[in-house]
C-alpha cells in the first residue's frame, strides 16, 4: 500500500468513496482472525466492522453528519443516489489534520480487503507508543487497530499508517479468516485461506479454545 500525505480535494474524495464501498462488503458480519507464529504458536480473535466506525477509521469528525449518516451519504453516492459529500464535511477529528485524513483514507480500501489476508499479521498490543491503546490488530506496513468489547469480539477504533511492527513484540502470520451468519454461534464460513486446503491440514492441531469457536459441519 502506497501511503499519500498530500492529495487533493477530488482524490481524498474518491478514497474515501471507495473505502466505503470496501467496508460494504464487511460490515456487520462477525469475523474471527487466526494466525500462527513459529515459536509461539496459535493466536486469534473476534471482530465486527460496524457502520459507526467508518468515518473514525479516516480520522474524520464531520460537523454535517454523525458517523452512521456519512457512511450512509457515501454508500448512496456510489451506488447513483444521492448528493456527494465535500471537503467541509470531513473536519478532522482531535490528534488529526488533513495530512493524516490523506494518509489514512489513501490505504483505508487496501486494508479492508481481507481476502488478501496472505500479506497481513495480527498481533496484539504490547509496546508503549504514543498512539491509541488498542487490543488486537491487523495489517503489515499499515495497521488496523480494534478495541476488545468486553463481549468476547472486538470492533476497529483507528487505522494508522504504520507497520504493525510498530505496535508488538509478536506478530502472527494470518493462515485464515472464517465469517458465521448472525444465527449462530459457531463460525460456520471459511471466508480466505492464505493456502487452499490450509484450513483443514491443520484443524487437528489448533488449541482447543480456538476449536470451540469453529462449527466443523458447515456445507459451504
Given at each position: 500500500?502506497?501511503?499519500?500525505?498530500?492529495?487533493?480535494?477530488?482524490?481524498?474524495?474518491?478514497?474515501?468513496?471507495?473505502?466505503?464501498?470496501?467496508?460494504?462488503?464487511?460490515?456487520?458480519?462477525?469475523?474471527?482472525?487466526?494466525?500462527?507464529?513459529?515459536?509461539?504458536?496459535?493466536?486469534?480473535?473476534?471482530?465486527?466492522?460496524?457502520?459507526?466506525?467508518?468515518?473514525?477509521?479516516?480520522?474524520?469528525?464531520?460537523?454535517?453528519?454523525?458517523?452512521?449518516?456519512?457512511?450512509?451519504?457515501?454508500?448512496?453516492?456510489?451506488?447513483?443516489?444521492?448528493?456527494?459529500?465535500?471537503?467541509?464535511?470531513?473536519?478532522?477529528?482531535?490528534?488529526?489534520?488533513?495530512?493524516?485524513?490523506?494518509?489514512?483514507?489513501?490505504?483505508?480500501?487496501?486494508?479492508?480487503?481481507?481476502?488478501?489476508?496472505?500479506?497481513?499479521?495480527?498481533?496484539m498490543k504490547d509496546k508503549i507508543s504514543q498512539y491509541v491503546d488498542f487490543s488486537y490488530a491487523y495489517g503489515a506496513d499499515v495497521?488496523?487497530?480494534?478495541?476488545?468489547?468486553?463481549?468476547?469480539?472486538?470492533?476497529?477504533?483507528?487505522?494508522?499508517?504504520?507497520?504493525?511492527?510498530?505496535?508488538?513484540?509478536?506478530?502472527?502470520?494470518?493462515?485464515?479468516?472464517?465469517?458465521?451468519?448472525?444465527?449462530?454461534?459457531?463460525?460456520?464460513?471459511?471466508?480466505?485461506?492464505?493456502?487452499?486446503?490450509?484450513?483443514?491440514?491443520?484443524?487437528?492441531?489448533?488449541?482447543?479454545?480456538?476449536?470451540?469457536?469453529?462449527?466443523?459441519?458447515?456445507?459451504?
Open positions: 500500500m502506497i501511503i499519500q500525505p498530500k492529495v487533493p480535494d477530488a482524490k481524498l474524495l474518491e478514497y474515501i468513496y471507495d473505502a466505503a464501498e470496501k467496508y460494504k462488503e464487511i460490515m456487520e458480519q462477525p469475523f474471527l482472525f487466526a494466525g500462527k507464529n513459529r515459536n509461539t504458536g496459535y493466536m486469534w480473535f473476534e471482530c465486527i466492522f460496524q457502520k459507526k466506525q467508518f468515518m473514525h477509521l479516516l480520522g474524520i469528525r464531520s460537523k454535517n453528519y454523525t458517523a452512521e449518516e456519512f457512511f450512509d451519504v457515501c454508500d448512496r453516492y456510489n451506488a447513483g443516489h444521492g448528493t456527494e459529500i465535500t471537503i467541509k464535511d470531513c473536519t478532522p477529528s482531535r490528534n488529526h489534520n488533513r495530512t493524516t485524513i490523506n494518509e489514512k483514507a489513501s490505504v483505508c480500501s487496501g486494508i479492508l480487503q481481507i481476502h488478501n489476508a496472505k500479506y497481513l499479521k495480527i498481533g495497521t488496523l487497530e480494534f478495541q476488545k468489547n468486553g463481549k468476547g469480539s472486538s470492533f476497529p477504533i483507528t487505522l494508522i499508517p504504520k507497520s504493525i511492527n510498530t505496535f508488538t513484540t509478536k506478530s502472527y502470520r494470518i493462515l485464515f479468516v472464517l465469517t458465521k451468519t448472525d444465527k449462530t454461534k459457531k463460525y460456520n464460513n471459511l471466508y480466505t485461506e492464505i493456502k487452499k486446503g490450509l484450513f483443514n491440514e491443520l484443524y487437528c492441531d489448533f488449541p482447543k479454545e480456538l476449536k470451540n469457536l469453529i462449527d466443523m459441519n458447515w456445507t459451504s
